[in-house]
Structure formats: C-alpha cells, structure tokens
C-alpha cells in the first residue's frame, strides 16, 4: 500500500531536468529496456532453434492494443514504454529468423548487425550531405563501389579514379529495390527524353512536351509479366502509365522469349511509342528465375534500348562460382538493382541501384542553396530520397565478415536446399512442383489423394474446376499453417504453361536461412499434409 | 612470436561452423563490438558535454581509407571489422548530437533509442506487409492515427473507426520528408487527372493521355521560392517538370503572397495548364518561416486546388501552447508532410505523409498475387516504398515517453533560443541579422567594423561590392569553423528584400539540440568574430 503510493507519486514529469536526463543518461544495466536488449537477443537464439514463427494472437486481437489514437499529454517512463513494447510489441512480432520461416524474403541476420543497429542509432549520421555524414560519405561510396564492381568488374584503375570522385556516381544507395528501381527508370526516362535545342529535356519541360517535342505518342517499359510490382509502381509516378509497362512473351520457365521483346519493341516504335526501357530479372519474386540476360542485352544493344536489370533478389549469386553464370550478361546493363537487406544478409532499408555509365546518375541531379551544392561532395544530389541514415556501414561489415565465400556458401545453401525440395516433391505422391527451380525459390501445391489421376485425365472443364478445388485448399492450408506459427511458407498466384490461362494458387517458399535444413523442409511438408487431412474432415 | 603465429593460425574461415556461428552467437561481453557499443554510448556523452563536432581529418584524407573496391575473399573476424569501424568511422562520425552542432537539422536523439535501434534490429520486420510484421503494422498504423490526430483533430468516433481499418489510410510511413513531398503530390497529380469515361486515369494511361484527354497544355505546382528542393525533384519524377515548379511571390517574410498565389492560379489556368497542388511550408528550410496557411487554404478552396503543406520541420510546432498558432489552418490541408527524423527526435529514416481524406491514398494503390492483394491489411498496398523498417516503433516510444509536455519544452526551448541569437545579434556590431525568427531557425552574417555605416551609405554599384566581398568572408568563415569542428553551423544564399535580387550568404542555425543554451550561442558568434579576425590578418 505505501509502496503504490510512492509509485503514484513518482510519475514521470515535463520538466526540462527529466527531458535532460532523456536525452543524457543511458539506461542502467538494470532497466527494463535493457532487460529487453538482452532478451531479444536471447529470443533470436531461441526463434534459431526451435519452430516457431509467430505467437497466436490474431489481428483484430492485436489491433485492438493500438486503438488509442490519442498523443498521451503526460509523459510516461522509458520502463513504462519498455513493458508495453515487451508484451505488446515484441513478443508479437514475426520472428523472421526463424528457420522454418521460409516463405518471404525477410530471414536470418548475422548476429553482429544488433550492435551495428545500435552504433547506427548513436552516430545519428545524415548521408544527404558531408557535413551529417563525414566518414560515412566515403564509406558508402566505397560500397558502391564494391558491388559495381562485382557486377561490370571494371578494372582496379578504373575504381581508383572514379570511387571516391565527386563528379561521378557509381551507384545510389537507397532504402531498398523498389526506389531503385524507380531511380533506375527516372534515369533511363531522362536520358530517352534529354534536351535538345530548344526543348530542355523532360526534367525541365516534363513528360507533356517531351511527347510533342519527339513526336511521340506515348512511353513503354517492356518486362516478363513476372516482374515485381514496383515496375508498375514506377510507371505510375514516372508518368508512363501502369498500361503501358509490356508484359512481353515467356517461354516454358517464365523466362523472357528474346524475339518476342524485338518484335515487340518494333510494334511500339512504329505506333510512335518511345521505349524507357527494358527490364531483366535476375531472380523473380514469386518464382526465382533468372531471364536470358546476355541475348536481351543484345536485343537492346541493337535496338538502342535502355537495359536495366532487376536483380534485388538474384544479385549476390554473384558470389557463386557454381552459380554466377546464370546470370551472364548483368554485365551489359546499363544499371542493375539490388537488394542490400535480402541476400546480403543486412537489416531492412537498404537497396542499391549502380550505373554501367558513371555520369548516368547526373540525369536526375538536384541543387539547393544550404546543401548539395554543385560540385560539392553531397550524395543528396543523386537520390530519390534526402535524408538517409548510415546503412553502408551494415553493407560494409557484412561484405567483410562474410567475404566472398561466405556469401558463396550461403547462395549455395539455399540453391541445394530448393533442389532437394524439388525431389522430395517429385517424389511424392501428393504434392506437385509447379516451378522448377532456378535459385533458391521453388513453388509447389498439394494434390490431394486420388486428384493427382484426375488431373491427368480431365477434359478442359473438369480440368477448371479441379483446379479451382485445388485452388481453394491450397489457400486454406496456408492460411492455416500462418494461423499455427510454427512453419511459414506464403502463397502466390501463377499462370501455369500446362494449366492454360487458369491462374493457379501455389505455394511459396524462399530458402534464404543458413539454419533451414532438410529436416525442416520435411516439417513444412508434414504440416502441410497435416493441415490438408484436418481440412478434409 | 609465438603468439603471432597463434593468431595468423586462427583465420577467419569460410566453412559451415564459422557461418553458423556468425549467425547464432551473439557478440561476448568482452566482444571488440560489445566494446565499442559501450564506447558509443560513453562517447554521446561526452558529446554532450565537450563541444567537439568532428574529428581534425579533411576529406581528402578520409577518402583515403576507403579506397579498395574488392569484395574481400576470405571473410575476417567480427573483432577485425570492429576495430575498422571504430578507427576509419566512428571516430570520423559528425557529432551530431553535440549541443554545438547547431548547423542542421539533425540533432540529439534521447538515449533510449539506441536500445531501440538494437531492438528493431534484431527484430528485422519488414512493414510491406502483415506476414512480415504482424504487431507492427497495426502499431504503426496508430502512430499515424496519432499523428493525424494532432493535425486535424478529427472524433474519437472517427479515429476508431479509421485508424485500424484495412480499408481506409490516414497516411503513409516513410523513409522521411522527400519521400512524404513525392507521395503527396503524387496522389494530387492522379486526383487531378483519374479516370473519366473511356480513359482510366494517369495512373493507367500515363501523363500525356491524361493532358490530351482533359485537354490541358501542361501541368504546374506552386509554391513559395522558398520552397524544399525535394518539391522541384517531384515535378521531375512525377512528369510534371522542374520549370512548371512556379515560384509564387512572397513579402518581406519570405511568405506567400496570397493575393499573387491567385492570380498566378488564374494565368495559369487561362493558359490551360493543370494545377497538380499549391503547396505551404509550415518551417522553411532555409529559414524557418511559415507560409500564411489558413489564407492559402482559403485560396485552394475557392479555386479548387489541392493543397499540401510541407510541415516536415515546423509540424511538431503544434505540440506547444505558445506558438501552435502560427500553424492555424494546416488542418485545411489535404496533406501534410512531417519528418519524424527531425522534430519528434527519432532516428534517421523516418517521416509521415497524413491526409485529410482517408480515401486519398487509394489513389495510388498498387496490387501484387504474393502481397498486398485487395483487401489485405498490407501496408504495402499504398505506399512509395517496398520493404520498409519497423521504424514506427521508435516514433511511439517517442510521443510515449516524451509526451505532449515534453515536445512542447523542446520546441519552446528551441524558439527561445532563436529569438536569444537574434537578440543578442541585434545588439552587436558587428553582426547583421538577415531573417527574423518564426521558428527555431535563425539566419544572420558577421559584418567587419567599418562594413556597416559603408552598407547603409552606399549606392547600388557600392552596395553590390560590398555583399560580395561580404559573400565570401561569410563562406570563408563557415568553411573554417567546420573544419576547425569545435562549433558548427551551416550556410546558405537569400535574396533579402534591402538588397534586391542579389544573393546574399548567410550563416544559418538550427536550434534544437535541448542541451544547447545561450553561453553556446556566445561561443558561436565568439568563434566567428576570431575566425574573421584572422583572416583579416
């Protein structure tokens, strides 16, 4: 009683001295946030061995512990604060290095990157200018420079003169693939569409005059109708038109059909649409295949076209010497995606597009009076965004702990994983393996007994309608393995060669982690089969 | 000598177990990075106290350490990395927390967020969507119901309605205010130009169908020439093209005239351009000026206009009693901008676009087959971004642990510092204040003895020679008191109305460091005064 009296009133107050104390002490050994540092850290031991991928509230539940729309008047203790994200917060978030997680591309971290979070915090840099940034300036360029390299590897003479150069840029580091993607197709936009006489190019003018200026009647992207949502995305804000991203022919493996893209880019050219670009993909989201990128580079070499390639996924196959060639010709885009906090192992909100050409990224250069000041060493003045925090520094490390045969033993990994789920699936009688894999994504479903025969036999109708069963227990248990927490895999919807135009519901799992093993790919499977007979009951 | 070949013995090496380890052992106690985190947190403190900004080294010298562009091979320990990262960058950081670190707008964070960034580290959620975040996305879908609240304190009747239904968004989280800029004007630009009989709107048909069909010659965006450079870097990515940024006149105060705003929306419609948006700035950059909003709003009424106001300093200005009211009619606004990165004292990479309209940000809705299919509770479905960080957590535990009482001593305490300098130069002599401060922002420049009964005497020609000698002593001693790193504060170019359209250097303060008082003040323009000195000599 005389305890809950002191502790009425010791409440936390706004006064400058309790502001001060916020901003100046750190939390004791002691407090509840570091009681909660060190039991994450703990708990991602814990999510690493044993099986469970998210707790089992559902989300009307959760969302009923954030209904208070109001910004509390008083303030409240950081101890206060510190049970509530416990309870509320932490213990119901996903546990994404889980390895039986294995159905998004979110997985394992190295564990030296919750310091790194932390350092991060503490130094509070700025990447938009030099003077929030200082080291950290040079440092990102450096990085920059490190992953153009491993995509053109041009020479050692040739990064000791432009790396650190201010007047040129390697690349942008971003918060992810998608704004590196857009950057990627803002560039390639203004550089169809440059100045010319009196037109000043359609950063000046915009896309209106820009039309009329070039006599045409419109703008294309071509890519597979495999390529990630944030291409459409891209033609929104670019001014293209999501109509007008083409998805152009795949053969058998969704893979780009070359002469399909030639002809196609005759078609738009005659009807006087102007070609932004072409995309590659260099790992697709839902499937993981990898487009012919040497003969589309070809195609657009001749044609004049703009080649970017969206490898925000595949990129660090790179690091394979078993792997690498399969994505041949990344060398001839003019720029080239990737995805920092996928297959680079660093936490999430970092991307990275890099430039062939070192003088691309001055296409969608920005000035201002008090920073990114012409000829300054500002990376401001090459970014979608402004103010950046020190990512590269996650980029650094890693690069550096895991060197090149870390990262190879990774893609590796995750490569043998998805072919030893292909067999288990081949070799089962009751699952079907709707994609091949190409890297470490494979999609499958599960085919109920006695469905597997009559899929082989049905007419075209039939055929609709066992799919469109199949279709809706494929949705069920996955829902349902979700609901569980204990195996995650996601789900997706493809068009199948053998399946006609019926999109058909399909499994998803990504084998990024270094800790899934083949005993939890046959856990995923056993859930499933398990999940499948309850529903059948 | 043994022991050296002990320690070359023991390489790091690229085999399962080191990975393995890598990935599930946490960093020891006595750890080279548990070393440095520690030092971290010792060193904000001394920050805090000394008045140290950055290190001694020049660019030049620090580019130096960042030279080699090769993946390494082999990997290396994470005691290695660490030494690297505390030699080469953290020690070559910008203290941005220093109290005399008054130059930008990036500051000190209160101590429990780098227990948080450890925290949302290890938790690597990834906010596109629920399978990847699950608590977090209703948490962050409360911080912007928060957020909205403090603007346009809508019903508590609404906010429980809307602030967890999957259908509506009060507005999007992003990486910070050029993000927030570019969404906000990018849903106005498809507000203007959506769909209408057979043709389906920018979105789809892209920007020169859509001028075509609504039969307009161009598009504009207004804004005062004080202006953020992220809104010229929409019109540029948006199609909409950096000259059709019209710069509206403004008075003595650098804000909009609302009469010329009018007019100007007029001319332009007679000569049958499209008005994407007006935009307010509550908090110049450069100046810290508020545009007149309620006036403006009255204006976009009437004509029908959008408008957006770029809140991304000045928002959290409405947390204080005292000066909330030069903020009245932000609630008029479609939208609005505010960093989180900046006033509401998280780290970097966080800002907020609200709107007014809940149904508004449908307007750039996008879908995928895995993700964010309609219907979701995916945050992915409405926003600039992909994959994005649980950053939210830290705006939160911010608002939570702050309160309303405390942002309101930080933001009264930033003013009050601003009208102290501007006081304190008013009574020199040898200082010329430039701007009059509206918010925590102050511009001023040093005028040498003799310079200023020279200033008020001169003639056009004279008065024109004397600012530039003036322009360069100003840069010249901001360039010295940054590379002297004891105090820093940042620069930047007006035009002022005594002295007609030339372009005028100005040192520029940002004030909102809780910990900077007035003997720092002192110290600023003491150190100025000695750096002109000497370069007098």
């Known amino acids: 009683m005389v305890r809950d009296l002191f502790l009425n009133k010791k409440k936390a107050s706004a006064d400058y001295e309790t502001l001060r104390r916020v901003f100046t002490a750190p939390e004791g050994r002691s407090s509840t946030l570091s009681h909660i540092e060190k039991e994450i850290s703990k ?73 790194l979070g932390k350092i991060m915090t503490g130094l509070n840099q700025n990447l938009v200018k030099i003077e929030t940034s200082k080291a950290f300036t040079p440092l990102e360029r450096q990085v920059i420079a490190m992953l153009h390299h491993l995509i053109y590897h041009f020479s050692a003479d040739y990064y000791q003169k432009t790396a650190q150069d201010r007047y040129n840029s390697l690349g942008v580091f971003c918060s992810g693939g998608t704004v590196a993607n857009i950057t990627s197709l803002w560039v390639a936009r203004n550089r169809l569409l440059g100045p010319d006489g009196d037109f000043r190019g359609v950063s000046n003018d915009g896309v209106y005059r820009a039309l009329r200026h070039y006599n045409l009647e419109g703008l294309a992207v071509l890519v597979s109708k ?40 005759h078609l738009l050219r005659e009807a006087k649409i102007g070609i932004v670009g072409v995309v590659g993909i260099a790992g697709t989201t839902e499937t993981g295949h990898v487009d012919p990128l040497a003969d589309m ?80 060493r500002d990376l401001g003045k090459r970014s979608l965004e402004g103010s950046r925090p020190g990512m590269a520094m996650m980029v650094h490390s890693a690069l550096h702990v895991l060197g090149r045969k870390g990262y190879e033993l990774l893609i590796d990994h995750g490569i043998g994983l998805a072919k030893t789920l292909a067999g288990m699936i081949l070799e089962s009688d009751d699952f079907e393996l709707t994609t091949e894999p190409t890297l470490n994504i494979l999609t499958y479903r599960y085919i109920p007994p006695g469905f597997k025969d009559a899929l082989s036999d049905a007419g075209e109708e039939q055929l609709r309608n066992l799919n469109q069963r199949l279709n809706q227990i494929t949705v069920a248990i996955q829902k349902t393995q979700r609901a569980n927490g204990k195996t995650f895999v996601s789900r997706t919807q493809l068009e199948l060669p053998q399946y006609g135009d019926q999109r058909i519901d399909v499994f998803r799992t990504v084998l990024a982690n270094p800790l899934t093993d083949e005993s939890i790919l046959k856990m995923v499977l056993d859930e499933q089969r398990q999940i499948a007979a309850e529903l059948h009951d």
Chains 1, 2 share one sequence.
């Open 43 to 115: 708990n991602i031991q814990r999510f690493l061995s044993q099986h469970i991928v998210s707790g089992d509230a559902d989300p009307e539940e959760l969302e009923r512990n954030f209904k208070n729309t109001s910004i509390p008047e008083e303030p409240i203790f950081v101890s206060e604060q510190a049970d509530f994200l416990l309870s509320k917060v932490v213990s119901q978030s996903v546990h994404t290095s889980s390895p039986s997680f294995i159905g998004h591309m979110t997985s394992a971290l190295p564990y030296f990157m919750l310091s």
């Open 226 to 265: 495999l390529g990630h949502y944030s291409l459409s995305k891209s033609c929104d804000i670019l001014g293209v038109g999501k109509r007008h991203l083409v998805a152009v022919d795949t053969d058998h493996e969704g893979r780009v059909n070359v002469d399909s893209l030639e002809k196609e880019i």
């Open 297 to 376: 580079a070809k195609v657009c070499r001749r044609q004049g076209c703009y080649f970017h390639i969206d490898a925000s996924w595949g990129g660090p196959t790179l690091f394979s010497e078993k792997h690498k060639s399969l994505l041949n010709g990344i060398d001839q885009a003019d720029s080239v995606s990737i995805d920092a906090h996928k297959q680079l192992y660093v936490p999430m909100g970092a991307g990275l597009a890099l430039f062939r050409d070192h003088q691309n990224l001055s296409l969608i250069e920005q000035h201002a009076q008090y920073v990114i000041r012409s000829g300054s």
